[in-house]
């Protein structure tokens, strides 16, 4: 896949310098790695298909994705990104499908997920609050008790965290991230830290965030569990109605069927190959469905999802 980059007010280098991507400036905070969604749609970068959008691929080949008879929906359901974090990201929520096919003009809500690529010592994000109902959220929010009602957690490279719609969350400065979500783009802004992006203040969106945040928070269960086989090691790290996502640390040969339908892959560490294409860090790409084995060789790191 051909990334497609976002720049942002918190955006920084890192997708650049750790990564090798060419990035539209120092202010860049997300890569796209695979994705259809209208405000960033991959094109496969090369082979049968070269110079075509996901998107195209996805209506005109659905074979491709196991999606003949439509079961995974019209629209290629997710996205998948890497955030650079160089500052913190706004206060937000998402909304779940039935808010946002309601208000949002029938568009996804939005699960995701995320894992913690580096991260500082000492860095932190968002998830959660403390208030205890939904009227004690509302008179935190107009007082603007950020310090009371924000739930800050500590971060290290290689944890995880299921975002589920309506849960309070935000990324902090400093942490890269591989996000896998939902194929959609709705965010609501709860709070900015009053900044400016192109001289002007960032639109908020209280009243939608009001009434979607969950009272009280609860957090996601933890699914983390680790299989040891000859040639690699495989990690589920999460399965919701919308994705299953695992990891592969992959040292020597190993060979691999995924049972799923299409698979998104993001390498996230080392280099090596698949059935002989030479594949390294950063580079996005997609098995499609029935594609048999899988061939690998290297010492590399991927992530993976599938619906």
């Known amino acids: 896949m051909k990334p497609v980059f976002k ?21 860049t905070g997300e890569c796209w790695g695979i994705g259809a969604h209208k405000n960033g749609d991959c094109e496969i970068a090369e082979g049968t298909y070269k110079g075509e959008h996901l998107s195209k691929l996805w209506e005109e080949h659905p074979e491709l994705f196991g999606n ?18 160089k500052s913190d990201l706004s206060i937000q929520v998402h909304p779940d499908n039935a808010y946002a096919k309601e208000h949002e003009n029938g568009s996804l809500g939005k699960t995701e997920c995320w894992y913690i690529l580096d991260s500082e010592p000492g860095t932190q994000i968002v998830i959660g609050h403390h208030a205890k109902d939904k009227e004690e959220l509302m008179q935190m929010v107009e007082e603007k008790r950020w310090k009371d009602l924000i739930r800050e ?5 290689g944890d995880f965290y299921q975002i589920d719609p309506r849960c309070f969350h935000a990324i902090k400065g400093g942490p890269g991230i591989l996000e896998t979500q939902q ?94 294409r030479k594949i390294k860090k950063g580079d996005h790409f997609i098995i499609p469905a029935d594609f048999g084995t899988c061939s690998f060789e290297g010492n590399l790191s991927l992530i993976c999802s599938w619906v």
Not at 68 to 85: C, R
Not at 197 to 207: A, P, S, T, Y
């Open 7 to 27: 720049e942002a007010v918190w955006g920084g280098r890192k997708l650049r310098d750790d990564f090798g991507y060419e990035i539209p400036s120092d202010s």
């Open 68 to 85: 003949e008879d439509g079961k995974y929906g019209k629209e290629f359901p997710l996205l998948i990104k890497i955030i650079d974090a």
């Open 153 to 157: 957690v500590p971060v290290k490279k």
């Open 183 to 276: 194929s959609s783009d709705i965010t609501y802004r709860v709070y900015d830290y009053d900044r400016k992006w192109n001289g002007k203040l960032r639109e908020l969106h209280v009243k939608q965030s009001l009434d979607v945040i969950k009272t009280p928070f609860q957090p996601a269960k933890d699914q983390r569990s680790i299989t040891h086989t000859e040639g690699a090691d495989l990690e589920h790290l999460e399965t919701c109605p919308y994705y299953t996502v695992e990891k592969y640390d992959i040292h020597g040969t190993w060979d691999h069927v995924f049972e799923a339908g299409f698979v998104n892959a993001s390498v996230i560490e080392g280099e090596g190959s698949i059935n002989g």
